[in-house]
């Protein structure tokens, strides 16, 4: 590959990570008077990235060397996926007016300060003008990165490369349609909830102590990364080999940490398997937050709530917390972390109801974006499915529909990918225990080295090579489904509640 455009990419890498670095700190470390000079640190580097990305001469060095250019043939196939990858990022960027970056910028100002406003009265009318401007904005914005007649399309583009409204509405349709039964057959045997879990106390330092413990078991190099604590654990990695997590610690609620921390981990295990061949160009990145969502689910749900996992780590875990866990065995340990009870807010949600959350939300902001559901309608659309997918009404906006940040900022096209995250670890799972037959022994032994080592070379060092789903696929055999998600649910719930799901 010509050197010039090897040392672009590079530069666009590393402005990248300067820009994840100083976004970390922020959330995690950042002194509150300094919180208006990094804002405008950060503003500096992205103009910067954004003028470096969008130059004509890097337009002209891609279009060399894309398929059918006078560079192609010279290039390996890793650089022809590089190529690929930089000139959509390109192509988005530049369809984007500067204008448009200018004014949604401030409707999503504008529209946090009026969501917030919103919570605290609790009345939906507050949010209600600034969430109309966002979806105008975002209309223009699909419009100006191209669709065939679906916007929501170009935004969903922006966080699942390759993903369509036409491919995901059956799929979640159809699992919203299995879940619903699902989820009352569970409630109908009225489990109480774990009284492990109902006001014991646990210290947070031990609490720390035992993430830590998680995060080596799970082969997460924490020398090429960190754990810090914030109120949202989130992911951020700097580079391959510095990538940084959060975690939550509540003296109430240990799952916020130990759920918290295997989450975050799965992320950040993806984020540490990139190839160093890879590294500082645009195949070391997830091909979408779908995919990304998958690694964290798997280590979080399909591992971290499994029984084999806590056979392992139980007796450590009653060591640490003593008088909490005195009058609990491993198997109420596995019953009460894996508890199904519809609830109001997404984030406290089991993994089988988690999707219904998901799909409520997909299918009103589509509608809205479609111009088929007023903005004034939004709450009581919200309220009607919240009714018929889980049974439950909110007893306020704050409860229902205010409850999540992303259309506060008018972020349309991210709710579907947790559920694809769902979807994906499913089936990414299944087909890890087809090739380690021995997979859940290794769990149940404290083993985690080959199920991270099938994940390094079938998925984490294969970087953006190809578009999430055609990834899966690759693995697989089959692209994306609900199938093998709901055998799980259907396999792990039946026998911990005793019924035939
Ligand atoms: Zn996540």
């Known amino acids: 590959m010509d050197t010039w455009l090897r040392s672009r990419m590079h530069e666009l890498n590393d402005l990248n990570s300067v820009i994840n670095l100083a976004s970390w700190d922020r959330e995690v470390y950042l002194p509150s008077k300094a919180a208006s000079a990094r804002a405008q640190q950060l503003a500096t580097v992205q103009a910067l990235h954004h003028e470096r990305l969008v130059d004509p001469r890097l337009g002209e060095a891609l279009a060399r060397a894309a398929e059918g250019g006078p560079d192609f043939e010279a290039l390996t196939p890793d650089e022809r996926a590089m190529v690929r990858v930089l000139t959509r990022e390109r192509d988005r960027a530049v369809r984007l007016p500067a204008r448009l970056v200018t004014a949604l910028a401030e409707a999503q100002g504008e529209g946090l300060?009026?969501?917030?406003?919103?919570?605290?009265?609790?009345?939906?009318?507050?949010?209600?003008?600034?969430?109309?401007?966002?979806?105008?904005?975002?209309?223009?914005?699909?419009?100006?990165?191209?669709?065939?007649?679906?916007?929501?399309?170009?935004?969903?583009?922006?966080?699942?490369?390759?993903?369509?409204?036409?491919?995901?509405?059956?799929?979640?349709?159809?699992?919203?349609?299995?879940?619903?039964?699902?989820v009352a057959a569970l409630g109908e045997q009225k489990r109480a909830f774990p009284a492990f879990l109902s006001g014991r106390a646990y210290d947070t330092g031990k609490q720390w102590q035992f993430t830590m413990r998680l995060l080596k078991a799970v082969g997460f190099d924490l020398e090429a990364g960190r754990q810090d604590v914030s109120i949202h654990p989130f992911?951020?990695?700097?580079?391959?080999?510095?990538?940084?997590?959060?975690?939550?610690?509540?003296?109430?609620?240990?799952?916020?940490?130990?759920?918290?921390?295997?989450?975050?981990?799965?992320?950040?295990?993806?984020?540490?398997?990139?190839?160093?061949?890879?590294?500082?160009?645009?195949?070391?990145?997830?091909?979408?937050?779908?995919?990304?969502?998958?690694?964290?689910?798997?280590?979080?749900?399909?591992?971290?709530?499994?029984?084999?996992?806590?056979?392992?780590?139980?007796?450590?875990?009653?060591?640490?917390?003593?008088?909490?866990?005195?009058?609990?065995?491993?198997?109420?340990?596995?019953?009460?972390?894996?508890?199904?009870?519809?609830?109001?807010?997404?984030?406290?949600?089991?993994?089988?109801?988690?999707?219904?959350?998901?799909?409520?939300?997909?299918?009103?902001?589509?509608?809205?974006?479609?111009?088929?559901?007023?903005?004034?309608?939004?709450?009581?659309?919200?309220?009607?499915?919240?009714?018929?997918?889980?049974?439950?009404?909110?007893p306020d906006d704050t409860q229902g529909v205010l409850q999540d940040i992303h259309w506060a900022w008018g972020e349309l096209g991210y709710f579907p990918t947790y559920s694809l995250g769902n979807l994906y670890a499913a089936s990414l799972y299944a087909a890890a225990n087809r090739a380690?037959?021995?997979?859940?022994?290794?769990?149940?032994?404290?083993?985690?080295?080959?199920?991270?080592?099938?994940?390094?070379?079938?998925?984490?060092?294969?970087?953006?090579?190809?578009?999430?789903?055609?990834?899966?696929?690759?693995?697989?055999?089959?692209?994306?489904?609900?199938?093998?998600?709901?055998?799980?649910?259907?396999?792990?719930?039946?026998?911990?509640?005793?019924?035939?799901?």
């Open 113 to 182: 300060q009026a969501w917030r406003e919103a919570r605290t009265t609790k009345r939906f009318e507050r949010f209600q003008p600034a969430l109309e401007a966002l979806l105008a904005l975002r209309r223009e914005q699909a419009d100006a990165q191209g669709h065939d007649g679906e916007r929501y399309d170009a935004l969903l583009e922006g966080f699942e490369p390759g993903m369509r409204v036409k491919r995901l509405t059956p799929v979640l349709t159809a699992l919203r349609g299995s879940l619903i039964p699902m």
């Open 436 to 501: 380690l037959p021995s997979l859940e022994a290794d769990l149940a032994r404290g083993d985690t080295a080959p199920l991270l080592g099938w994940l390094r070379a079938n998925l984490h060092a294969q970087g953006f090579r190809l578009p999430a789903e055609e990834r899966v696929r690759a693995i697989t055999g089959e692209g994306l489904t609900d199938r093998d998600f709901l055998a799980y649910l259907r396999a792990k719930y039946g026998a911990l509640y005793g019924i035939k799901l």
């Open 235 to 394: 992911t951020n990695s700097v580079h391959a080999q510095d990538v940084r997590l959060t975690t939550r610690l509540d003296a109430a609620w240990p799952p916020a940490a130990l759920f918290g921390t295997l989450h975050e981990a799965g992320h950040g295990l993806y984020e540490q398997g990139f190839s160093p061949e890879h590294h500082r160009t645009p195949l070391a990145s997830v091909p979408s937050m779908g995919l990304h969502e998958s690694q964290s689910r798997l280590w979080e749900n399909l591992v971290g709530r499994g029984r084999a996992f806590w056979v392992h780590h139980f007796p450590a875990l009653k060591e640490a917390f003593p008088e909490a866990l005195a009058d609990v065995e491993l198997d109420g340990f596995h019953a009460g972390i894996n508890h199904v009870v519809p609830s109001l807010i997404r984030v406290e949600a089991d993994e089988v109801t988690y999707n219904l959350h998901i799909a409520l939300r997909y299918e009103l902001e589509l509608a809205m974006l479609r111009d088929e559901l007023p903005v004034s309608e939004l709450p009581s659309a919200w309220n009607e499915r919240m009714r018929r997918y889980l049974g439950m009404t909110p």
